[in-house]
């Protein structure tokens, strides 16, 4: 007999809970909450009315039962390690994920990460289902868990299903390959609200829609007939709301007097150089941390800067390191910084100091403050947190943001220095450029970006987001009885195209 818990008005889902277990010096482990934009952007939300968390709580085996972190219900849900390597190493990290990044590297498919995915979605929809009370309002995250809003919607159709994709959504073209493209685009459309960072995202996902599914849409909104279903469908709308950081919250923090003085402490431990640049990322092949290091090797090489006067503090989180192509990058990543330094190194200078760690938050924001030259490079990104994270704590008006036109970011920050990470004359350029000009200008152009990221911060993303997701449409849309024909039409000869490539897709082994 199952004892029914505690229900909730507002369930958030996401691939992870938001606390790690600290151990302390005899060997107790508590939970601590995670630093990460998420919880805070949620706090307001979650103050306002009871709020349960569904997620893995980051170790193999069984699930910690659930328990209170504040005010904030955790439902752990489990994963083996064979779940570990194929729905979250395999099938989200090693197909999702660069399907979903223009295929920066090979996406790998195999038939069994997919049903281990569909296992594992399943296993999220009835953790959600048995936390949220009757109406209550669900807010999924993210690429790992796009079937869950549809099988949530099967258990309980009383509740309000959100989700938001953190990532880029790809062009059709790529997203096509994935044999499971219809499972997937299905799975996301029992959500009544689907968020995107860019609206090419929303675009990229509506045309997907059409062209893959035969489905009809009309501005922001998707009509979606269930299979067997009525021709009135339910109406889903998809639109952009691009996430952003604590403004308020990284402002303060960096204009303490411990931070400011940690500044001036890491600029004296690096020899005071005239130019500290900074580069922030998690190990990840999308950020163009490869292409960041061509382009300032070049400029050692031919002299346009030179250490001592010039130094590069790379922070490298460890990710992923289970997965091949991030194996293989960090080996690359740690070769060339090897070379650069090995090269170009002068007595009581390094070029590069490569920090592959995790740092507390306060020495981030002492990096962020202390750094006059911030570089965000990727080659793709669905926003890119730490851009916003440096403007927020540049209160000082100083320094001056590099930034790649394929981040999400790039679409709100205009005045920051632009770079196309694929040009690497063109990056050093910029990079140039970031470093003479006038000091005037550079304050200008922070001043703006501040001005932006003040007015659109993480807490207005959340409230925003909640809104959209409440006054989403929620009738059925009727279809007219000529776009019903002309429908069932596309929908006949998509079933025909996709029998096709799945019986090709069969036959290269997927
Ligand atoms: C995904 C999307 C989207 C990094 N090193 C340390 C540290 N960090 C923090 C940064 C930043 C976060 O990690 C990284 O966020 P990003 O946005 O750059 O990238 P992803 O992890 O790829 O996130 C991305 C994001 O979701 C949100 O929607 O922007 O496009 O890919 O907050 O500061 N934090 C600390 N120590 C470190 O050493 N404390």
């Known amino acids: 007999m199952t004892v029914a818990g505690p229900t909730f008005d507002l369930v958030v889902a996401a691939n992870r809970l938001p606390v790690d277990v600290v151990v302390d010096a005899h ?20 103050a306002d009315r009871g709020a349960a968390w569904v997620g893995w709580a980051g ?11 504040g005010n904030l219900f955790m439902h752990p849900v489990s994963l083996t390690s064979v779940e570990v390597e194929e729905y979250y190493e395999g099938f989200s ?7 979903y990044h223009d295929v920066i590297v090979q996406a790998t498919f195999h038939r069994h990460w997919w049903n281990t995915y569909r296992t594992v979605n399943h296993r999220f929809a009835h953790a959600i289902a048995e936390v949220a009370a009757p109406g209550a309002t669900v807010w999924v995250h993210d690429y790992q868990l796009q079937l869950v809003p549809a099988m949530v919607r099967a258990i309980r ?25 219809r499972a997937l685009v299905e799975g996301l459309l029992g959500a009544d609200f689907l968020g995107f960072q860019r609206t090419a995202d929303a675009g990229n996902f509506l045309r997907s829609c059409r062209r893959l599914l035969g489905m009809s849409t009309r501005g922001d909104t998707v009509a979606f007939t269930p299979a067997g279903g009525e021709p009135a469908s339910r109406t889903v709308r998809v639109s952009a709301i691009p996430i952003s950081v604590d403004f308020r919250g990284l ?59 010039v130094t590069l503090m790379q922070v490298a989180m460890p990710s992923r390191e289970r997965v091949d192509a991030y194996r293989v990058l960090r080996d690359e990543v740690e070769r060339t910084v090897g070379q650069i330094n090995g090269e170009f190194e002068v007595l009581g200078s390094t070029p590069i100091h490569y920090l592959r760690h995790f740092y507390p938050r306060e020495e981030m924001v002492a990096m962020f403050v202390a750094a006059d030259i911030m570089l965000v490079t990727p080659l793709r990104d669905g ?37 196309n990470p694929h040009d690497i004359e063109g990056v050093k350029q910029t990079i140039m450029q970031a470093i003479n000009t006038p000091e005037d200008e550079r304050r200008r152009r922070m001043k703006a970006m501040r001005k932006r990221v003040a007015d659109h911060d993480v807490q207005r993303w959340a409230s925003n987001y909640l809104e959209a997701l409440a006054s989403a449409p929620s009738k059925p849309h009727r279809l007219t009885r000529a776009s019903t024909r002309e429908l069932r039409g596309v929908e006949r000869a998509n079933r025909a195209n996709l029998r096709a490539s799945d019986t090709a897709s069969e036959r290269i082994g997927t």
């Open 59 to 69: 170790e193999p085996g069984l699930a910690p039962a659930p328990f209170y972190q």
């Open 383 to 419: 926003m890119n947190l730490v851009a916003k994270e440096y403007v927020s704590c540049r209160n000082d008006l100083g320094g001056a943001l590099v930034l790649s036109e394929f981040t999400g970011a790039w679409h709100e920050l205009h005045q920051a220095f632009i770079c």
């Open 93 to 99: 990290n090693d197909t999702l994920w660069p399907i």
């Open 157 to 181: 159709p009383d509740l309000r299903i959100g989700w938001f994709n953190h990532i880029p959504f790809p062009p059709v073209e790529l997203f096509a390959q994935l044999p499971w493209r």
């Open 27 to 46: 060997g107790e482990g508590t939970w601590q909450r995670s630093p990460g934009g998420l919880v805070s952007a949620m706090e307001g939300a979650m």
């Open 251 to 309: 402002t303060a923090l960096a204009s303490t007097s411990k931070v400011l003085s940690r500044a001036a402490d890491i600029r004296a431990s690096l020899g005071d150089p005239e130019i500290l640049m900074l580069g922030v990322d998690r190990l990840d092949y999308t950020k163009g941390i490869r292409h960041r290091l061509k382009a300032y090797g070049e400029l050692l090489q031919d002299k346009s800067l030179a250490p001592p006067s």
